[in-house]
């Protein structure tokens, strides 16, 4: 048999020489990333550094002043956010977006619409083929509640559970639309230290589970030292280091930019 040619697997996202501007303030400089299948890695830095702008442009909230984005070689540049998660971006927010008016369970069902994509012909005649997805959807609905512990909550609004539940809700929303990339904006952020440790077991599964690469932002350092096996860091949109958990923890550079900062 022929040796295969060896091919260099497509990265889940690269991002290079990603820019943005706001006005005169430069939110990210010259951001470069790469990130394969399946890897769990992390972004941090100081408040204002650009994590979220850097995530807000994967997702495609804003588009860059300059630079290239690719999902799973895509280039995203001019797509909107529904088409940018139809290639496999989900992501959940530093200030927690649930939609409060809807049930926990509809919060998934709605979500999972997005990404099958239906028409208002289907809905509206109530097809035969509509009937079908509806009943697929409240199953994988469903059984995501059932794994994530969350089914006895499917008729709750999402603002009467516990703030740490919301925050799962949240994840599991983001997980149903089956995403190659998952990024979570802060997922610690308002949790006290048990919802933590709860939540460092959550994303540890989830990462074993699914196939999915995770891309995370946090604050909370121990959970960035237990989980990422890459984490990069940022101060005033630039990166001022990168390397495995224990290298940023006495990286100088860190140090200094989280100087004052009791989080480190
Ligand atoms: N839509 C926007 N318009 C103007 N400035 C913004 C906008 N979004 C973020 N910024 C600014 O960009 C910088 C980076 O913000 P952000 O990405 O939210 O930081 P981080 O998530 O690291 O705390 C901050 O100075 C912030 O005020
Ligand atoms: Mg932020």
Not at 195 to 211: M, N, P, T, V, Y
Request: neutral net charge.
């Amino acid at each position: 048999m022929q040796p295969q040619p060896q091919t260099e697997p497509v990265p889940v996202l690269e991002i290079r020489g990603l820019t943005q501007n706001f006005g005169g303030l430069r939110a990210v400089s010259d951001f470069n990333v790469e990130l394969g299948k399946n890897q769990l890695t992390g972004l941090i830095g100081p408040n204002g550094a650009g994590k979220t702008t850097v995530f807000n442009l994967v997702s495609g909230f804003y588009q860059p002043s300059e630079g290239m984005i690719q999902v799973g070689g895509v280039p995203t540049a001019e797509l909107k956010p529904h088409k940018i998660s139809a290639l496999g971006v989900a992501r959940t927010f530093q200030n927690i977006r649930l939609w409060n008016d809807m049930s926990v369970m509809d919060n998934i069902r709605v979500a999972q619409h997005y990404r099958l994509g239906y028409g208002f012909f289907h809905s509206a005649v109530r097809s035969k083929r509509y009937r079908r997805r509806e009943e697929e959807i409240t199953r994988e609905a469903t059984e995501l509640l059932d794994i994530f512990e969350l089914k006895k909550y499917a008729d709750e609004y999402p603002r009467n559970l516990p703030y740490g539940t919301q925050r799962k809700l949240e994840i599991a929303r983001a997980l149903s639309i089956h995403p190659k990339l998952l990024l979570l904006d802060e997922p610690a952020a308002g949790l006290n230290s048990s919802d933590i440790r709860e939540l460092i077991r959550l994303i540890r599964w989830i990462h074993g589970q699914f196939d999915v690469t995770i891309w995370m932002i946090e604050h909370h350092m121990d959970v960035m030292m237990e989980l990422c096996t890459h984490i990069k860091v940022i101060d005033f949109g630039q990166t001022i280091a990168e390397g495995v958990p224990d290298e940023i923890r006495n990286h100088p550079a860190v140090i200094t930019a989280y100087l004052g900062d009791d989080k480190i």
